[in-house]
């Protein structure tokens, strides 16, 4: 009986996660290695992985889910690296956009 219902729970978390798919992975990254971004789409969006490197080691990842292209244009233009990687925060945005149809 517990394992029913840990299998009948699992499922239905795995039904709310969004789902990548491999074949449309979109990477957008700094030359120097400092931050990258890998977009995926969805079946309702688009999931975006951002990679920064720390100065001194480690490195911050995040990742977002997106539904619709207005709000992911929002998140890129708040970010405070788009002044210094202006090519990869254009790319991110063309790339992002393209992925949701617009």
């Known amino acids: 009986m517990p394992d029913r219902l840990y299998n009948e729970k699992t499922r239905r978390d795995d039904r709310a996660r969004p789902r990548p798919s491999d074949t449309q992975t979109v990477t957008a990254a700094s030359s120097d290695g400092v931050v990258m971004f890998r977009l995926s789409p969805c079946p309702d969006g688009i999931l975006v992985m951002r ?4 100065a001194r080691g480690g490195r911050l990842v995040q990742s977002i889910h997106f539904t619709d292209d ?3 244009i929002r998140w890129c233009d708040a970010d405070r690296l788009k002044f210094t990687y202006p090519l990869v925060y254009a790319n991110l945005r063309r790339s ?3 992925l949701f149809g617009t």
């Open 51 to 54: 990679i920064q490197a720390r």
């Open 70 to 72: 207005a709000s992911f």
């Open 96 to 98: 992002g956009c393209a």
